[in-house]
């Protein structure tokens, strides 16, 4: 294997010194981007799910501190009063009756990663339902991991488009009439740090959402019709923010193969940087910093 001159070796260095700089700073500015995508996109779910759609419509007092105004049309109502709430449990893994060949999904907090549910890592039997503490919750229910540490710092829900089972760390929200379980949903996602407050149990020593708080706790409730607008057009807006923040994730796998394959190039003589020099501080140039 070559080696070359340590003065060549310093050159290596201090050229991918300069270039790595680069690339690294243009990885920053798209994470940082994600990250600004990421909280405009709660911004104006919290928006929608709160004010709505209308415009110069009158509006009241929520009531609630952190809430604020609210339509004058729109209810604000205890969740117990739209929706009922079951739980789940874990069938015996030591019964392999109960999970082998099994098709009914079977929700964890694992399987909480899209906003809609239809499959899960480990499916249960009909027995495993019928015989054990876990249930069958039909489609169109609002799913929440109640007991995990991820509930520090957010609240994973979907909606089940398929009947499912629930292990134990979860919850099942099956609204009535008067509320869609989206619109649930994208206000939950609007207004996380807020509610993980109101439903969890100050010093607590597991991180957990109380089913009393839960149950009690406030959510403004539209004319229906008005509900599933707003459902419309955030499903709408979320397009435009999934696009955006793609296209960043991109560009950092592109910038991160563009490293990689600079690193080889150089470190094996594919690029002669024996001509290159550097300025005293190794300042990036504007146009990559621009």
């Given at each position: 294997m070559p080696v070359p001159s340590i003065k060549e070796q310093d050159?290596?260095?201090?050229?991918?010194?300069?270039e790595m700089a680069k690339i690294d700073l243009l990885i920053e500015k798209q994470r940082k981007l994600i990250q600004l995508l990421k909280e405009k996109r709660q911004a104006v779910i919290s928006h929608i799910v709160t004010k709505g759609l209308k415009k110069n419509v009158k509006m009241r007092d929520s009531g609630i501190k952190w809430l604020?105004?609210?339509?004058q049309s729109w209810d604000v109502t205890p969740l117990k009063y739209l929706?009922?709430?079951?739980?789940?449990?874990?069938?015996?893994?030591?019964?392999?009756?109960?999970?082998t060949d099994g098709d009914i999904p079977w929700v964890s907090p694992k399987d909480m990663k899209s906003f809609w549910v239809?499959?899960?890592?480990?499916?249960?039997?009909?027995?495993?339902?019928a015989e054990s503490s876990t249930n069958l919750?039909?489609?169109?229910?609002?799913?929440?991991?109640?007991?995990?540490?991820?509930?520090?710092?957010?609240?994973?829900?979907?909606?089940?488009?398929?009947?499912?089972?629930?292990?134990?760390?979860?919850?099942?929200?099956?609204?009535?009439?008067?509320m869609k379980a989206e619109y649930a949903a994208n206000f939950?996602?609007?207004?996380?740090?807020?509610?993980?407050?109101?439903?969890?149990?100050?010093?607590?020593t597991v991180e957990s959402i109380e089913q009393e708080y839960l149950s009690s706790g406030f959510i403004p409730a539209p004319p229906l019709e008005e509900q599933i607008g707003i459902n419309k057009e955030?499903?709408?807006?979320?397009?435009l923010f999934?696009?955006?923040?793609?296209?960043?994730?991109?560009?950092?796998?592109?910038l991160q193969e563009r490293r990689a394959a600079l690193i080889s190039s150089v470190v094996s003589g594919k690029i002669d940087v024996r001509n290159w020099a550097t300025s005293k501080d190794c300042q990036i140039n504007k146009e990559v910093a621009a």
């Open positions: 050159g290596i260095v201090n050229f991918l010194d300069s604020g105004t609210v339509p929706c009922t709430f079951s739980g789940g449990g874990t069938p015996s893994k030591e019964n392999l009756d109960y999970w239809s499959d899960t890592q480990d499916k249960i039997t009909e027995r495993a339902v919750i039909e489609s169109g229910a609002l799913l929440m991991v109640v007991r995990s540490g991820i509930l520090q710092r957010t609240i994973p829900i979907a909606i089940n488009t398929v009947p499912v089972s629930l292990n134990q760390d979860m919850k099942a929200l099956r609204f009535n009439g008067r939950i996602l609007g207004h996380e740090s807020s509610l993980l407050l109101e439903w969890s149990k100050e010093g607590a955030i499903t709408e807006r979320m397009k999934r696009n955006l923040e793609d296209n960043a994730t991109r560009g950092i796998a592109l």
